[in-house]
Each structure stands twice: as C-alpha cells, then as structure tokens.
T-cell receptor
C-alpha cells in the first residue's frame, strides 16, 4: 500500500538535469519523504529525504511543495551511471512507534548518451 | 553513507533445504533491521522488521515459521529460509537503521542476496 505516485519511466540526456516528480497527496504532517534508487541487481541506495523544507546534498536536491502533496527529485547533471529505478517513499509509522519504508513501483530513469 | 553487508551474495540450494542469509551493519549499530524480497521486474516487498533482542514483526502474508529472523546483536541479523522451494527463489535485501540520533532517520540497504532454489 504505497502512498506515492510516480511516472513509470522517464529519460533525459546526459549532462542535463533530471527532474523526477512524485505525488503524495495523502501525506500527513509528520511523515517524511525519502528518495532511494536501485541500480540493476543491487540494493537500494539512499539519496535524500525531507519533511517540509527543500533539501540538497552532494547527490541531488529535493523540492517539496508548500502543501507537501508532491515533491521533485533533481539530479542536476545526470550521467549514464544515474540510470536506475528511483523510488519516492513516504515513511510509514509502525505500531511500535518506529517506522518502515514501503516501496512503490518507482520511476525507471534512462539517461541517454 | 553507512555500510551494510550481506552474505552470501548468491546461493543455490536444493528444494527442501534451509538457507541462512546474514546481514551486518559495518560501521554503525543497528537497533532495527528490515528484510525485503524482490521478484524479477517488481518492487521491493517488506517481509519483516526486527529490533535487536526482540522478536521480529512480520508483514501480512509472510510466514514467520518459514522465514526465521534473528537479530541477536546490534550489528547482525539473519534470515533463514526453511524448507526452501522454487517459489522462494528471489532477491533478498536487508536494511538497517541506526539507533543513534544522528542517523536514526535513514535506512541503509545491503547489496542483496540472490537465492535460487532448484
């Protein structure tokens, strides 16, 4: 029961910015948005996460709308190695007050030479 | 980021045998570890959550007697697939979350273990 909606696939040219959208219209006030990516036959790699403010790190930027119902992951200069499945995940609280990450189907990003 | 390892990376076994997969957090203490399964061309499916020193919590539809999880220390969790059958063939991935305040928000994933049951 993923709580996010992402396009099935996208592509972009190498060197250009890749903007990956995600809808999470039912997100609640204390739920974080996480982004992971999975390169074929590997474990997911953490990219970035945020609550309400925009975030930036060495890999990417995360832009969250003011109403928090959607977000965009930005890879500023995509390379061929960024070809992967990108997962946008809303952190779900567990019964024991911890949390778990439930993966949806993600966006398959293809970076073209 | 933090490092999580899994062993073995690949395993092939005969139907009816049991297989143990290890998951280790190498540079942090993991109070909580998670086990996922991924079938070809599908997304990751959460199987269970384990907290160090306590019983694992299984997701709906996951047989706890078939998938035994042990989280005996802050750096090691094991998943044992008992009496494996061909339909258990899958990519098994663990993840770990730190108990410290600084890293507690983030889950780090292992490289996965590909299980093939003949």
């Amino acid at each position: 029961d993923a709580k996010t909606t992402q396009p099935t696939s996208m592509d972009c040219a190498e060197g250009r910015a890749a903007n990956l959208p995600c809808n999470h219209s039912t997100i609640s006030g204390n739920e974080y948005v996480y982004w992971y990516r999975q390169i074929h036959s590997q474990g997911p790699q953490y990219i970035i996460h945020g609550l309400k403010n925009n975030e930036t790190n060495e890999m990417a930027s995360l832009i969250i709308t003011e109403d928090r119902k959607s977000s965009t992951l930005i890879l500023p200069h995509a390379t061929l190695r960024d070809t992967a499945v990108y997962y946008c995940i809303v952190r779900v609280a567990s019964m024991d007050s911890s949390y778990k990450l439930i993966f949806g189907s993600g966006t398959r990003l293809l970076v073209r030479p | 980021g933090a490092v999580v390892s899994q062993h073995p990376s690949r395993v092939i076994c005969k139907s009816g045998t049991s297989v143990k997969i290890e998951c280790r957090s190498l540079d942090f203490q993991a109070t909580t570890m998670f086990w996922y399964r991924q079938f070809p061309k599908q997304s990751l499916m959460l199987m269970a959550t384990s907290n160090e020193g306590s019983k694992a919590t299984y997701e709906q539809g996951v047989e706890k007697d078939k998938f035994l999880i042990n989280h005996a220390s802050l750096t090691l969790s094991t998943l044992t697939v008992t009496s494996a059958h061909p339909e258990d063939s899958s990519f098994y991935i663990c993840s770990a979350r730190s108990g410290t305040q600084i890293r507690a928000d983030t889950q780090y994933f292992g490289p996965g273990t590909r299980l093939t049951v003949l």
